[in-house]
């Protein structure tokens, strides 16, 4: 392992130009003026997968190609651990131009920081494991497992063609564990494991009332509102604890355990810096639950969206004719997105009065997602991460889905390592993307020394 | 009397045509590329009154100009009464001009109606009103009052110069009563006289919650959601037997006479074919009150729109940044739109929670109006209308606001008589609007009736 180490110490700086390359590629998978770049891009990275001892190929999908790769084969009595590292190449449009101090695709370094729309979320990341890979090929140290690399193109636009991928390389994809780095850490200080996702269950209720707009002054008083209506109904949604008002829907909520809340406890948070942040007086939140864990471990119902009657300047005195409201609910494990919805529906039948008419629109889901935090993995993971940035590493869930982690699970029947190397000021998706050097060169450690132990341990 | 009476019937074909020639005048004031048809118009007016032995001019105001005509002066020892008749020339606009069955502006008549736009609102009505004076002057016979025609050139886009019209006029405008006809009648067996208006109190609500829309999965849970907030205060404005909710609100009302309540059962009225007329499978109302009673004598709190965060196709997973509403109260009399506006600011500080921060905006307001319906002029308007159209006439309430009567009352001290002949199918302010000629010519005859019956009775 020394071997390894001093080899990514001695070539950090070449390192860096490579990222420099990688992120020069305005790798934006949305845009159909950039399908070129897309495909230069992945030439090079097969290419670069090559020169460091990988064999590689571009597989063409339906929209932009995956680039397969992987560690050679190596002979062996026994069964070999395999293990899949998932990262992506494509990026997020840079708009707007003017937002940016310097031009999105062309790599400006800043003390510790790589700015460029794509160094943190996601080149940065799956960088540093391809050179923690090269640094074993290249010093001829044994890796004690294979590894194979799934670097995608269509992450930004909802890894459209991903499943069918894995469920046509399922025997050669089967594996242990997916490792993925592309969530994020509190700070250098906070290594972190991310071991659960929240899931979403996303749908629409549009109270029809009159046939037209009616004038208010005229029939106001005598027919129901609707925009009233759905403001009734929705208040019912919610009670005064902030707990979603829905029979039966905490029923499949797993209880926060000790641990976890220790875990929880540990993170970095500052009530009046996280007011500041959101721009608010006061928080609000599930009782009996701090802000960190309402956020991540606790389901929730969000509005995301008002409409009805008239929204431009001044007044316009009408009863209108229908109200819309967009919902999505946040799920923790076990809830189920098909389950709650029809929760959801039961309840809303109920609610709902016989002077509108009710239509539900049920939109899209994904299902939550959670690896034990005392899995050996997950241990293992934890082992590395401290190995590699010197510090407590720290467990977390995390709010949002990544629909993603549930398709391995399904199609190749693996859990995923969630060990993301962002930082909370990178950027992602916004002006001003930059990814931390000093995170860069630790998930290349962290990277080298997770083969050793997830290698050891038996899932 | 019966001269005049003889001189309407003889000349009703003339009539028709004429007012043909008044609707061809494309007199559509919120329209700068009508200006001149507009002047045009206007001149016509001018024109006609001095023909029919009215004195007239053109009056210039900041926007289109009023038409003021009057009967010539009678030499008299004793005070005689004076009226003033309340009209306008200018229309709304006609589009959209493909669901005219024939072009708004080129006269059709078919069986007993006149279709071109402002056919009933105004010109047919405030025509009516001045075949009858023609009648009086053609023939000779004694006018019992002195009558001031004011017809105005900005009805349809609010009457912005009328007010400063009438107080620079305000010795010469002093009148007995004002008449207005630009209201309906149930049916043409039902011929009506309305003797109270709603009044209105507009205005907004916005929360703020974060300073900008949040990831709903990274956030949400932990964070007031202001679409949220607002709907659960939105809820409690109205409580489930239709009543506003907000203290004092009915403090003010007039509380409906027996009189009252046995005028309005004497209405044509049936459920089904309300519900039917509305698009609605069930009504909602003030409990204790008929649909009738509800939308024209009770006050009601209708919300007019919403807005909050995304509201396009799909789904947003955001936590919104704000939320607003527009509100619009219609209040009965005696109610004040300024103390029910500070009634409704009490209460929402006391129900918004500190979760999130509360705008209100105020709009425009205006008085609720009511002229007694036992009052004489009342009971004289009263008799005029059964004369004419050989009904027993029926006392209305209209839902809506006309804000110039109470100029009328602030600035010349005199209250309205709304004696409206549009009828519920005329279409007003919609393609294929229309008159009834029977309206017409009924019209007139209750006109001339009304001088001789107002002019017995000492207000």
């Not at 001695?10 to 934006?28: G, H, K, M, T």
């Not at 810096?273 to 608010?280: E, S």
């Not at 389901?299 to 431009?312: H, K």
Request: proline share 7%; glycine share 6%; hydrophobic share 35%.
């Amino acid at each position: 392992m020394q071997a390894v180490i001093d080899y990514l110490k001695q070539n950090e700086a070449r390192f860096i130009q490579e990222l420099c390359d990688y992120v020069r590629f305005p790798s934006v998978s949305a845009q159909p003026q950039h399908t070129a770049d897309m495909k230069a891009c992945a030439g090079w990275l097969v290419e670069h997968c090559k020169r460091i001892g990988l064999t590689a190929k571009l597989c063409p999908t339906a929209g932009h190609p995956i680039v397969l790769a992987k560690t050679p084969p190596v002979k062996s009595k026994t069964r070999r651990p395999h293990f899949l590292v998932y990262g992506h190449y494509d990026v997020q449009p840079p708009e707007p131009f003017n937002l940016w101090k310097t031009p999105p695709f062309e790599p400006r370094i800043a003390g510790r920081s790589l700015f460029a729309r794509g160094a943190s979320d996601n080149k940065g990341q799956n960088l540093a494991h391809l050179k923690a890979v090269e640094a074993y090929l290249k010093t001829s140290t044994e890796l004690p497992c294979d590894l194979t690399f799934v670097i995608e193109g269509e992450e930004e636009v909802g890894s459209k063609s991903l499943a069918s991928f894995l469920k046509a390389h399922r025997a050669e994809l089967r594996c242990d564990a997916v490792v993925v780095s592309d969530t994020g850490m509190p700070s250098k200080k906070h290594p972190a494991l991310t071991y659960a996702l929240r899931g979403i269950a996303a749908f629409e209720i549009i109270l029809h009332g009159p046939s037209r707009d009616l004038h208010s002054g005229i029939f106001g008083g005598s027919v129901d509102n609707p925009a009233m209506a759905l403001a009734q109904l929705l208040a019912k949604l919610r009670d005064k604890n902030g707990r979603v008002a829905i029979p039966g829907f905490y029923d499949d909520v797993e209880k926060l355990s000790a641990y976890e809340r220790k875990q929880f406890a540990r993170l970095p948070y500052k009530e009046s810096d996280y007011r500041k942040f959101l721009g608010v007086e006061k928080l609000f939140g599930e009782q009996g639950f701090t802000p960190l864990e309402q956020r991540s471990a606790r389901p929730t119902l969000e509005i995301n969206g008002l409409t009805s009657g008239y929204q431009g300047e001044g007044s316009k005195t009408i009863v209108p004719s229908w109200a819309r409201v967009k919902i999505t609910l946040r799920l923790v494990p076990d809830q189920s997105p098909a389950k709650v919805i029809k929760q959801v529906r039961q309840q809303l039948e109920k609610l709902c009065p016989p002077t509108v008419r009710m239509e539900i629109k049920s939109g899209h889901g994904a299902e939550p997602y959670i690896v034990s935090p005392t899995s050996v993995q997950a241990q293992a993971a934890l082992r590395a991460l401290k190995a590699a940035f010197g510090h407590e590493p720290v467990l977390m869930r995390e709010g949002g889905s990544i629909p993603i982690v549930n398709d391995f699970k399904k199609i190749l029947g693996a859990d995923t390592l969630l060990l993301g190397l962002a930082l909370p000021d990178d950027n992602a998706h916004s002006p001003n993307e930059k990814f931390d050097l000093d995170c860069f060169t630790k998930g290349q450690l962290m990277s080298a020394h997770l083969w050793q132990e997830l290698s050891e341990v038996k899932p």
